[in-house]
């Protein structure tokens, strides 16, 4: 099989392409109990530009095949899946995405919805579960509360609004450019406001905010929290703008607010009935017609440094893929 491959702590051009064994159909993490898919389409996510430096928290031996998140159709499966040989899968597969063929566990491989294609099926489970576990479990987003999304037009902005949107809140995205303003409008933003401008004034004048999710960190972070209603919470969900904030916590006290953190990753890693509770959740909003991945850009497997490189230099909208040509 083709795959890319990190041999070199380089950056997105240290990926190179090479001829490897199909994988088995066992994933090491969990023996005896995978699923081996042929690859359609792989997402690209933030954590793999990292992965490239050596940066990220997981760092597997040299050389390895990153990628986390694939969608296409299952080659064999274990008895315990959920799915079996035929199927349109959307998987995580932790490593090993970026490649003609790859194996998921059975507790991370979930039926692909007739409504979605496999770029949407590739988009699916790093944001979407992410956003659903921020939202949902560690944020204790209600219907009819107001949602604010940094990062709104990136993968996942733009599955939060979709999500948040799904279970009934109102959204405020916030972008950086006009043409990112229109990729949160068509997410479902409510209002959008520019990170370059007064938006914190905006925000605050229209009401304020119950949860502020926050993918980008960095020197918003303080602004975030003063768009807080009382009891309001604001969820980190990652780092992508580079620094990360410190909080004076007697902000927290001045309006009863919470700074909650939602690491979907390690959380739902050991709690294979927590993954499947998030991906029901997920079906129904796909089902109801709330959630519909917007892919901003596909590039063939071979071109795999530049989709990294899109995202490095932070000029993506919705999410990136990788398509295999299948």
């Not at 990062?151 to 609004?161: F, Q, R, T, Y």
């Not at 596909?298 to 990788?322: C, H, M, N, W, Y």
């Amino acid at each position: 099989m083709r795959a890319l491959q990190i041999s070199e702590l380089t950056g997105p051009r240290g990926l190179t392409l090479t001829e490897l064994p199909d994988p088995g159909p066992e994933h090491p993490m969990t023996p005896g109990q995978g699923v081996l898919i042929d690859v359609h389409a792989a997402g690209v996510a933030f954590p793999d530009v990292l992965q490239t430096r050596g940066e990220y928290q997981f760092k597997p031996p040299l050389p390895f095949v990153p990628g986390a998140e694939v969608a296409g159709v299952v080659r064999e499966a274990s008895s315990d899946a959920p799915v079996a040989p035929g199927d349109r899968v959307a998987a995580c597969t932790y490593l090993g995405g970026f490649s003609d063929v790859a194996v998921a566990p059975a507790h991370m491989t979930f039926p692909l919805d007739d409504a979605l294609d496999f770029e949407q099926g590739a988009s699916l489970i790093f944001n979407y579960h992410t956003v659903i576990f921020a939202l949902t479990i560690r944020g204790r987003l209600r219907e009819g509360e107001r949602v604010l999304v940094h990062g709104a037009a990136g993968g996942v902005g733009s599955a939060a609004l979709q999500v948040a949107k799904g279970l009934g809140a109102e959204t405020v995205a916030v972008v950086s450019s006009d043409e990112k303003a229109a990729v949160a409008e068509q997410a479902g933003a409510d209002l959008v406001v520019r990170s370059d401008g007064d938006w914190k004034d905006a925000v605050v004048e229209s009401g304020g905010v119950d949860v502020v999710l926050d993918p980008v960190g960095g020197d918003r972070f303080t602004d975030s929290l003063r768009c807080l209603r009382e009891a309001g919470r604001a969820v980190v969900v990652g780092f992508t703008g580079g620094s990360i904030p410190e909080v004076k916590v007697n902000r927290l006290l001045l309006k009863n607010t919470e700074v909650v953190g939602a690491g979907w990753g390690a959380w739902v890693m050991p709690k294979p009935h927590a993954t499947a509770e998030i991906g029901a959740k997920l079906d129904e909003l796909v089902a109801s017609g709330a959630v519909r991945p917007i892919v901003g850009a596909s590039f063939p497997l071979e071109q795999g440094p530049d989709a990294l490189e899109l995202i490095d230099s932070r000029g993506a909208t919705g999410k990136i893929v990788l398509t295999t040509g299948r």
